[in-house]
């Protein structure tokens, strides 16, 4: 592909996504010049989408560029952050211009969505990878973070955990409602932002389900210097999930599971119809699925687990 | 690697390095969380390295380190802003322990030089990537950019382009003083982070050079509206590059190599004193290479190039 060409799909590729709140400069120059929100506090994040790694190296390429940007909003949603800008680093083997335009359709209608400007931008030759940056904010001094459960709380949990899973592994298998849905949810995963911003002075922590919920709660819990106690019967469980593995296999796919981003959440007993309230009017399901505790590590129906690190998902 | 091992690489890897101004929150959350600093535009970018691409796949992973920063760095330097927060997108085919300390050695020395933290990472299982992300600042409502040249204005260049080509082409070469110091250019690039701060209020348009200096000045010369007239025999060469190309090929990879990582400024001649008077307090060559013109397009002493675009990096 030759030079102009080249420039052509990145003015292309990057058109029209540059609007947003403070944006004084876009796409085109060396970098972007912005402008602050007044009196609000700033949130960053940056996640990383590996071919073959962190989806199927034959996924489409619009399933891709929408999960590329919601595993990065799922870290904003968990800080409770309101989403405005991005920058995209994609790496491509060539300059496939209909694989490009698949990515760019499902990377900015989850930008659309969120109302976040795509303010810059690095296409490179290279194995197939997808970082993306983002910048949210939450008002001075308030944000939710993984240290602030305190025993006595709840744990809840947003949506279906384990529909990943479930997913990943129906990938190669027929299609059928049931394994459409699943699959649905591990490629195209919808990122808990409005509930993260609804939870800010609701909930006491929260954190993101990426690499598996008991993982994701082990580290919720190291942070916070307490432990939890986890019911798996009250995991809410999806009815396709149910019906493609059965209650004990989903179950393992809930608590194991990577993929799934929902968030984990605590939460004071006082502070609970609160909460409940604003999932409710989100249309989110946001179920108590445990109790923190004193004693540090992570409990099932009071049983300690044997490695709270085990089944998760392994970047190595 | 087990799952604690790679926390533990991780933690280790950014301990210390997420402290510096604005940082409230730094690593250890989904996100990092920032105030902004008071009256100032905030600058992003963002450039990835990908192996055997950007650099040999047999490159120190010291040099990785550092040259990954410092081509980021350049972005923030052609706009004149001042480092603030970097966020890394590491990609690695193995956890291996020695490649990264000498990642971090060489990315966190540039961190150190420029005032930078490091407030967050992610750290992959996948070919040999770097993306780094930076945002700078710069005071509210003063910038440079690509598109302030005018005709009349001289045109400058900072430091000895070439020498990146150089040492490039001499990559596989016996080891001597002069192919070691060209080498040292293109593995360990200097961002002319000072010189755009002082070039702010005083240069009247930049750009990095990172695809070659044509090429770059044509990108130039687009956003400003207007041409230039580039006079080789003024081209600031290293001693090294003659003493091992040669006039005519050393201005050659002067004009046409790629990640020199040096600044084009446009200038209008009555700033040019002050603009000179900048560069030598930070012991920084600068030299006037040419002018713009009102007539579109590069010239070379008055001739047309025939293909602006030809010569440069390709990414495709």
Not at 256 to 260: F, L, M, N, Q, V
């Given at each position: 592909m030759d030079r102009p060409a080249e420039f052509a799909l990145i003015r292309r590729w990057l058109t029209g996504m540059d609007q947003g709140a403070g944006v004084v400069l876009g796409v085109g120059d060396d970098a972007a010049v912005l402008t602050p929100p007044a009196d609000r506090h700033l949130v960053m994040t940056v996640d990383t989408l590996v071919s073959g790694t962190h989806f199927p190296e034959d996924a489409d390429a619009r399933d891709i560029g929408h999960r590329a940007l919601a595993v990065s909003l799922s870290d904003l949603a968990a800080m409770g952050a309101t989403p405005l800008w991005a920058l995209l680093a994609l790496t491509l083997p060539s300059a496939d211009e209909p694989w490009l335009a698949g990515f760019v359709d499902g990377f900015s209608a989850q930008a659309r969505l969120h109302g976040l400007a795509l303010v810059g931008g690095n296409l490179s030759r290279g194995p197939l990878t997808a970082s993306v940056q983002l910048t949210g904010h939450v008002p001075a001094g308030q944000w939710l973070s993984r240290g602030g459960a305190r025993p006595g709380q709840l744990l809840l949990v947003s949506g279906t955990p384990g529909d990943a899973a479930g997913g990943l592994a129906l990938w190669k298998t027929a299609p059928s409602p049931e394994r459409d849905a699943l699959l649905a949810r591990y490629l195209r995963p919808s990122a808990r932002v409005a509930l993260g911003q609804a939870a800010l002075g609701v909930a006491a922590a929260a954190i993101d389900i990426s690499d598996g919920l008991l993982d994701d709660l082990a580290h919720l819990c190291e942070a916070s210097g307490c432990g939890a106690d986890v019911q798996p019967e009250a995991l809410p469980l999806s009815p396709a999930l149910l019906a493609c593995f059965g209650r004990a296999r989903a179950t393992q796919m809930a608590l194991?599971?990577?993929?799934?981003y929902e968030l984990l959440l605590a939460c004071a007993p006082e502070s609970l119809p609160a909460l409940q309230r604003a999932a409710a009017e989100l249309v989110c399901p946001l179920t108590v699925i445990g109790r923190f505790e004193t004693s540090a590590g992570i409990r099932i129906n009071g049983e300690p687990l044997a490695d709270t690190g085990a089944g998760g998902f392994r970047h190595f």
């Open positions: 194991r599971g990577s993929d799934d």
